[in-house]
């Protein structure tokens, strides 16, 4: 994960109910809400692997271009005056948290019943004035979308690119958002009677905007009554044109053809603005001081709080001098369920298992003495408390010896000997730690945390839980897959380590799905792996490859 530093801004006074609290719209809801610091949807509404706008903006240095393509047809009739309303709002936001030079423009299009070249350029320059930006909004008027519901979406996209004044400065994130309820016509298609047409191929506008470093949002829009039959029809062709851009530029994408995604957004937007007041740069110790108060991040000595966040780290059930991270070691999988188990308590952060392996091969060279270890990846890992053990089986039975260490804290805070049936040793482990008595004081402010943690992972409302009715081997594949997944994701794209990880956590999917075909929480896992592999393959300039684990994405879920 990136970390910036961050301007940001301060609540000033009471929160108030917006004057426009009855919004007419879920289009208007979704340009008021994606990005607003208190409004943004709660629900990842834009895609289950998908970050949501606010994690999409550029660094503060970086200027911003953003041009808004609009669908200015008659099916747009009921969203078009909400959208005039609405952009006003969206673009203070982003000037707002982006505290870079930021430009707009807009372009629209419709169909040619409105006109032979129907997308017209507002103004080719990105302006920043208000008065400026309001004149391009004032602009946006119905036109024809005639003859036929699909519309000419692919001129509109290719005119922005190809027409407007994009910076060809480095520093410049260049961005564009495109927002419609109708798809292109088909490929191909040309009707000689109306000249109407398919302009312009997905793919090839994806590569143009590539070469210009363009990324492409998209909104696709609910559409009037009198065009819902039609708008149902061409639902899915709307929703791959637009995924296709989003996906193939690093773009996301806002689906609001969904009921329930309509939903997340307005009760989103109908939250209390607030007034806001410049206040400056904020300090990760600053940050820091507030999330564990009393405590001095660079005195590991001082005790936790009862509420301060907690930093632990799981390592694999096995002897640190000889341990490996391997995902398909029975020991690596026990620390993964572990390790989901813990980092689902309120306030707990869990450490990558990267950084595990990276910090103690570092140890492992420096001649430092192993009863030293244990303290050493404390510090080094920032990490309150260290988890290791002992993993032994036999006749289906499973014999752990759990051990906790604290941030500076002498010796071994608690052993824990388990004993149970292998499937289920994890969720006997955490039960062993619910029950423990007496607690040692260090230990309090984790195990007062617990609460039903131990009934919990052995349900569905956990994700490894999930597993006590499955034989060694199926268990195997799918905690393989995960913990295969969990560590690819720590490397960057394109690194062919993490490549190698996320290509056997699909071959331990396939395997898994192939004899568990209803396990819902596995497909989920499938499409992060093939959204991952897609994305792989981009990088490389393997275009079929990416399409066609795009689409294993799309199908997994």
């Known amino acids: 994960m990136r970390i910036w530093s961050c301007l940001v801004v301060m609540l000033a006074g009471m929160t108030a109910v917006s004057a426009s609290a009855q919004l007419p719209s879920a289009t208007a809801a979704a340009l008021r809400s994606i990005f607003n610091v208190e409004q943004i949807p709660e629900a990842r509404a834009m895609g289950l692997y998908q970050a949501n706008f606010l994690d999409a903006l550029p660094v503060n240095t970086r200027a911003l271009q953003l041009a808004v393509v609009v669908d ?50 507002v103004n080719p320059a990105f302006v920043a004035d208000n008065a400026q930006t309001q004149r391009l909004i004032d602009e946006l008027k119905i036109e024809s979308g005639r003859p036929w519901f699909p519309e000419c979406v692919d001129l509109g996209v290719f005119t922005a690119i190809s027409q407007l004044e994009w910076s060809e400065d480095d520093q410049t994130e260049r961005w564009m958002l495109v927002v419609g309820d109708a ?18 191929d997905t793919g090839f506008l994806v590569d143009l905007a590539n070469k210009k470093k363009l990324k492409i949002h998209c909104l696709l829009c609910p559409s009037r009554t009198d065009e819902q039959a039609a708008y149902e029809q061409s639902l899915a062709k709307t929703r791959q044109f637009m995924s296709q851009l989003a996906e193939g530029t690093g773009g996301q994408m806002v689906d609001l053809s969904y009921p329930l995604v309509r939903q997340k957004m307005l009760e989103s937007a109908l939250r209390p603005e607030s007034a806001y007041a410049r206040i400056g740069y904020i300090t990760g110790q600053e940050i820091e001081s507030v999330r564990n108060p009393g405590r001095d991040a660079n005195n590991p000595n001082v005790a936790l709080a009862a509420d301060s966040r907690i930093r632990i780290a799981v390592l694999p059930y096995m002897p640190m001098e000889s341990m490996t991270f391997f995902y398909d070691k029975p020991a690596v999988q026990l620390a993964t369920q572990i390790r989901q188990a813990l980092g689902s308590l309120p306030n707990v952060q869990t450490v990558s298992t990267r950084q595990m392996e990276d910090e103690l091969q570092r140890l492992q060279g420096e001649g430092i003495p192993e009863a030293d270890w244990s303290q050493a990846l404390c510090l080094r890992l920032r990490a309150d408390f260290l ?120 071959k331990n999917l396939a395997s898994f799905l192939q004899a568990q075909p209803d396990h819902a929480f596995a497909w989920v896992l499938q499409a992060s792996c093939s959204y991952n592999l897609a994305k792989l393959c981009q990088t490389r300039g393997e275009t079929e490859s990416a399409d066609r684990h795009f689409q294993k994405s799309r199908d997994a879920l």
Do not use: C
Request: net charge negative.
């Open 72 to 121: 200015s047809t008659e099916s747009m009739a009921g969203e078009l005056p909400s959208i005039r309303e609405t952009l006003p709002l969206m673009f203070s936001d982003l000037h707002r948290i982006h505290d870079g030079a930021m430009g707009t423009t807009i372009v629209t299009y419709s169909d040619v019943g409105h006109s032979e070249t129907p997308a017209r350029v």
């Open 183 to 200: 798809p292109p016509y088909d490929d191909s298609f040309v009707d000689e009677n109306t000249s109407a047409k398919r302009w312009y």
């Open 387 to 506: 988890v290791t053990g002992d993993l032994r089986s036999a006749d289906g039975q499973a014999f752990a010896t759990t051990r906790i260490f604290g941030r500076g804290q002498p010796g071994t805070l608690i052993q824990l000997a388990s004993t149970s049936p292998t499937e289920v040793l994890a969720p006997a482990i955490v039960a062993d730690l619910t029950q423990l008595n007496p607690v040692p004081e260090p230990l309090r402010p984790l195990l007062s945390r617990f609460g039903s943690l131990a009934e919990n992972v052995t349900t569905t409302t956990d994700a490894t839980g999930i597993l006590s009715t499955l034989d060694e081997n199926l268990r195997g594949q799918f905690l393989g897959a995960f913990e295969a997944l969990e560590q690819s994701l720590a490397w960057p794209l394109g690194d062919e380590q993490g490549a190698s990880l996320l290509e056997a956590a699909e």
